[in-house]
């Protein structure tokens, strides 16, 4: 059996052959009985009107335990968001606890805040991997992220030559990477064709590296 694509963060539920796709949802959707899905509170949900943080969160917690369930998130920080950054890290250490006593990988939605990121990481010490989707850093902060074993999953930014992934592919080691297509339409095999040209690989050899890091990171 040919070797799949992994999509490993995405927004849209539909099937594509030949890919495996963790879709990610809302606290407050329904999750399908087939597939693989990711499941939190994303820090904007914090300003949205009518918002009950601890109902949220009851409803969160039952649905981790679903076997379609295979990470925890999109939770993390925004500097760029107007919610308080206290609210933010507070539910963003909520999600931490949930991935250790699920046993399921914390997917991280980080805009500026890596340092808080690495902070929460050495003070947790989490035994569940971290995946940072939608990863456009430079190498200095692709090397401290992976330093503490955090995986960084890239997007659509790497079509882009002007990008920092794109520039800073080449210096990312594979072991620690994930390609994703989040909200866009951009399809994952056309992420995968940029990084195995940057890369020197073909797409196939490049498939059998990511599939490899999804065994080892979705193990359970």
């Known amino acids: 059996m040919e070797t799949p ?10 099937f594509e052959p030949g890919v495996v ?4 949802l809302e ?16 820090p904007w949900a914090l300003d949205h009107d009518g918002f009950d943080r601890e109902s949220a969160w009851a409803v969160l917690c039952a649905k981790a335990q679903n076997h379609a369930v295979v990470a925890i998130g999109e939770t993390g920080i925004d500097r760029c968001h107007k919610t308080s950054l206290l609210q933010q890290a507070t539910l963003f250490e909520r999600h931490i606890s949930l991935s250790e006593q699920v046993g399921k990988p914390l997917v991280i939605h980080a805009v500026r805040s890596y340092g808080e990121v690495l902070s929460a990481h050495k003070k947790h010490r989490p035994v569940q991997p971290w995946i940072i989707h939608g990863f456009n850093g430079n190498a200095e902060t692709a090397d401290q992220l992976i330093c503490d074993g955090i995986f960084l ?4 930014d790497l079509l882009h030559a002007e990008t920092k992934t794109h520039k800073s592919l080449k210096n990312i080691p594979l072991e620690s990477i994930f390609f994703e297509t989040d909200v ?8 995968y064709e940029t990084a195995a040209s940057l890369l020197g690989f073909s797409v196939a050899a490049l498939k059998e590296r990511i599939f490899a890091n999804f065994a080892r990171c979705f193990k359970n």
Do not use: C, R
């Open 5 to 14: 694509f992994i999509n490993l963060h995405t927004h849209v539920g539909s």
């Open 21 to 24: 796709s963790i879709v990610n």
């Open 27 to 42: 606290w407050n959707q329904v999750v399908p009985e087939a597939g693989f899905y990711s499941i939190g509170i994303h």
């Open 153 to 156: 999953s890239i997007g659509k």
């Open 184 to 191: 866009s339409d951009t399809p994952i095999f056309a992420i």
